[in-house]
């Protein structure tokens, strides 16, 4: 069984993907590497391209028999999404729904999602709860909570299995 990483050569990903392979688990990583970095993926499988290309994403899980897969392929910079919202909803919510439906007509159905808690916006309450109101106050976060319906409907139609994982800013540092 194979773990599908996306975004797997950023920050996060990385550290993701490294861990899963300590666990046990075959893992292979897709990533552009617009943001990314081989280094950083370093003896894991790397498959360089978009998470837009359905073609290749049934590639992938054919050649790699994906059952799984995390989700991290994302534009993350809020200021950015305002002043070019067009880049975030093709990549963040059309590129997503290209690789769900790829992954579906694949028959993988188990995805982990990496959201975010920007979706809560300003919280009227801290610390902040998971059943506070979304409140989008940026084309990055309204982009996250869309996907988020969208594997909440790929549920319904489709049986897959997700959960978005709503954290917040990302630090440390790694040895591996």
């Known amino acids: 069984m194979t773990v599908l990483v996306t975004g797997g050569a950023g920050y996060i990903g990385s550290i993701t993907s490294r861990a899963l392979k300590r666990s046990g688990r075959h893992v292979v990583v897709l990533d552009t590497l617009e943001n990314g970095h081989q280094k950083a993926v370093e003896d894991i499988d790397l498959v360089v391209g978009d998470i837009a290309d359905q073609r290749l994403i049934g590639q992938i899980v054919s050649k790699y028999n994906v059952e799984e897969v995390v989700h991290f392929a994302a534009y993350k910079a809020v200021g950015e999404s305002m002043s070019n919202p067009n880049k975030y909803f093709a990549n963040n919510v059309t590129g997503s729904q290209r690789l769900i439906e ?58 897959l299995q ?9 630090a440390g540092a790694s040895n591996d």
């Open 162 to 170: 997700s959960v978005s994982l709503r954290y917040f800013n990302a």
């Open 102 to 159: 790829a992954l579906t007509t694949a028959g993988v159905n188990r995805m982990v999602f990496s959201s975010s808690a920007a979706v809560y916006g300003t919280p009227e309450h801290v610390p902040v709860s998971e059943t506070a109101p979304v409140r989008c106050e940026s084309v990055y976060a309204e982009t996250k909570h869309m996907i988020e319906r969208v594997l909440h409907w790929y549920s319904i139609t489709h049986d």
